[in-house]
């Protein structure tokens, strides 16, 4: 099993510009999450998805942000217009059931905003 | 809302030495906590969880404490080794408060074991 999987790994854009992170979570798995981690906020989770349908996202800091589960195997985060600010990693975690099992983490997405 | 405080932010310890970190929790309905280790540029890995059954849990070198009463849990780690250095992260999962079954993280401790 080649586990999370998520594109780009880095990504260098200006301000303004829309970027879109992805993920594959591992296949079987039911759940998926969206975390944004920074030095000063740590770990936040921002949505999760049950069965492909967003359940909680309530941690989306904004409208500019959007989350979409179009299949099980497949997961958008999206930021339009992007700003400095929104510079971070973006983890995706996926695991079978809720919260209290396992979550497996994808790379992340390491995230400049000039 | 819910809140998970962990500390220290920072920890050194000597190889062969003890590390504790601990956290405290603020939704006395909270069920489950896991650990996680982060390598530096890599994802969290999970370590260790426990159940709000339970009080303790061990597996090889770490150990997991739960106390429900005063909502605190700590990672006990022993013999520590070079390749224990790492920012370690726990976490609650959340009940109440608006939240579905959430896990809320603490702000991570990074572990420097010295050789």
């Known amino acids: 099993d080649a586990g999370v999987i998520q594109s780009p790994r880095h990504e260098v854009t200006e301000m303004g510009q829309e970027v879109t992170l992805r993920c594959k979570p591992i296949s079987g798995h039911d759940y998926l999450f969206w975390y944004r981690q920074t030095m000063m906020r740590g770990l936040e989770l921002l949505i999760y998805?049950?069965?492909?349908?967003?359940?909680?996202d309530s941690g989306m800091p904004e409208d500019r942000f959007s989350a979409k589960m179009p299949n099980a195997s497949f997961s958008t985060l999206k930021i339009q217009p992007s700003e400095p600010r929104d510079s971070a990693v973006y983890f995706c975690?996926?695991?079978?059931?809720?919260?209290?099992?396992?979550?497996?983490f994808g790379p992340g997405t390491r995230l400049t905003v000039l | 809302g819910e809140n998970v405080e962990q500390h220290p932010s920072t920890l050194s310890v000597q190889e062969g030495d003890s590390a504790v970190i601990k956290c405290t929790y603020s939704?006395?309905?909270?069920?489950?906590f896991p650990w996680y280790k982060q390598e530096l540029g890599k994802r969290p890995q999970l370590i260790i969880d426990i159940r709000s059954n339970v009080g303790e849990k061990k597996d090889q070198r770490i150990a997991v404490t739960l106390n429900k009463t005063a909502k605190h849990f700590s990672l006990h780690i022993t013999e520590t080794q070079p390749e224990d250095s790492a920012v370690y992260f726990c976490?609650?999962?959340?009940?109440?408060?608006?939240?579905?079954?959430?896990?809320?993280f603490g702000k991570g401790t990074k572990l420097s074991v010295k050789p």
């Open positions: 975690a996926s695991s079978v059931g809720p919260s209290y099992n396992e979550q497996f």
């Open positions: 939704d006395s309905a909270s069920n489950y």
């Open positions: 998805f049950n069965n492909n349908v967003p359940i909680d």
């Open positions: 976490a609650a999962r959340v009940l109440t408060g608006g939240s579905q079954g959430n896990l809320i």
